[in-house]
């Protein structure tokens, strides 16, 4: 499945139309968040039953807020519309996998 890109307009509504669902907030000027991109983009195209979003914080600065983004690239998680695991700094395949069963297997509890 492709990555979605999201904005004020449609993020809530890209979030609370999937079980699961993976935010990558990322800047344009961010070195680990280009870094980033390609892997996002293979584990997107791997795990359909996931939905992948970006949102560029240099666009969508309210979103950023929103979420408390302190750095980029900064990733939420996001279980039937409730943020339940959040992760920062560039990732590889295998790292994003790892953060991905974080999502999957959460226990319901919810971090903020």
């Known amino acids: 499945m492709a990555v979605i890109e999201a904005t004020n307009e449609n993020f809530d509504q890209l979030v609370q139309g999937a079980e699961y669902v993976m935010v990558d907030f990322y800047g344009d000027n961010c070195g680990a968040c280009v ?4 892997y996002y983009r293979e584990v997107a195209d791997d795990m359909a039953f996931i ?3 970006q ?3 240099s666009v969508y600065r309210k979103l950023a807020r929103r979420y ?8 939420r998680y996001f279980h039937n519309g409730q ?3 959040q992760s920062v700094g560039g990732m590889d395949t ?3 996998h790892r953060e991905l069963a ?3 297997y959460h226990d ?5």
């Open 83 to 85: 943020v339940v695991h």
């Open 108 to 112: 319901e509890k919810i971090e903020k």
């Open 94 to 96: 295998e790292r994003i």
């Open 51 to 53: 939905r992948f979003i």
């Open 55 to 57: 949102v560029n914080t």
């Open 68 to 75: 408390k983004i302190m750095g980029i690239p900064a990733f």
């Open 102 to 104: 974080e999502l999957l």
């Open 35 to 38: 870094g980033t991109a390609p």
